[in-house]
């Protein structure tokens, strides 16, 4: 039961322009969303989050929107850089036995081209 | 501020055998969780730990079992490894704040190889 999904496993764009990953969930239980940045051989950090009481999170070229009917998300990086090149996971946080919990995607792998 | 570290970096082990895997937590932080990432995957949630107990766990047996010390590091065992229990072992830190908005935040992790 998956129920947090990046249907893209992969992603190409141009250096410069804006890059958008897309996750979608299935428990409405879910009130806080995060997105991970991860290189080979690291683990993954932090990059944004939002709470589900808002629409938008900005924090400089890094935005991330929820739509809460549709229980979607996207991370939005404009522009995009070369270094961005990673793998992205999207997560949503639930409470198990009072644990906060993180439910992951799959990951979508970004490759920013010169 | 001293982030997530972990070691070993790499394990390697024969089926049956027991591992024991170590985490210090972020300066600050008081919560400890583990998570176990196949390859292709996003990471699973194993347990968490706090005030020294264990809080929560995901769908994992009894023989993943964990410890928190006083200083809030950590330990994660594993008793009788299976070929299945090869992964990228993370460890993530957080401060408990009771409202739940609490970002985690992870360790470069411990590769396991079970032979």
């Known amino acids: 039961d998956q129920q947090v999904k990046q249907n893209s496993p992969s992603l190409s764009v141009q250096e410069g322009r804006i890059s958008i990953l897309n996750c979608d969930y299935t428990n409405s239980m879910f009130d806080y969303f995060l997105w991970y940045k991860k290189y080979p051989a690291e683990g993954p950090t932090f990059l944004i989050s939002i709470s589900s009481i808002k629409d938008k999170n900005e924090d400089g070229r890094f935005t991330v929107f929820l739509n809460k009917s549709a229980k979607h998300l996207s991370l939005h990086i404009v522009p995009s850089q070369p270094g961005d090149s990673a793998v992205y996971f999207c997560?949503?946080?639930?409470?198990?036995?009072?644990?906060?919990?993180?439910?992951f995607g799959q990951g979508t792998r970004l490759t920013i081209n010169p | 501020e001293t982030g997530v570290t972990q070691s070993p970096t790499h394990l390697i082990k024969t089926r049956g055998q027991q591992v024991t895997l170590r985490c210090s937590s972020q300066s600050g932080h008081n919560t400890v969780s583990w998570y176990q990432q196949a390859l292709g995957q996003g990471p699973q949630f194993i347990f968490q730990y706090y005030r020294e107990e264990e809080n929560g766990r995901g769908n994992f047996p009894p023989r993943f079992s964990g410890l928190q010390f006083p200083n809030y590091s950590s330990e994660l065992n594993v008793n009788a490894l299976e070929l299945d229990d090869s992964a990228l072992y993370l460890c993530?830190?957080?401060?408990?704040?009771?409202?739940?908005?609490?970002?985690?935040?992870f360790g470069p992790g411990t590769r396991l190889l079970v032979l």
């Open positions: 993530a830190s957080s401060l408990f704040s009771g409202f739940g908005e609490e970002t985690q935040y």
């Open positions: 997560a949503a946080s639930a409470h198990v036995q009072g644990a906060q919990k993180l439910v």
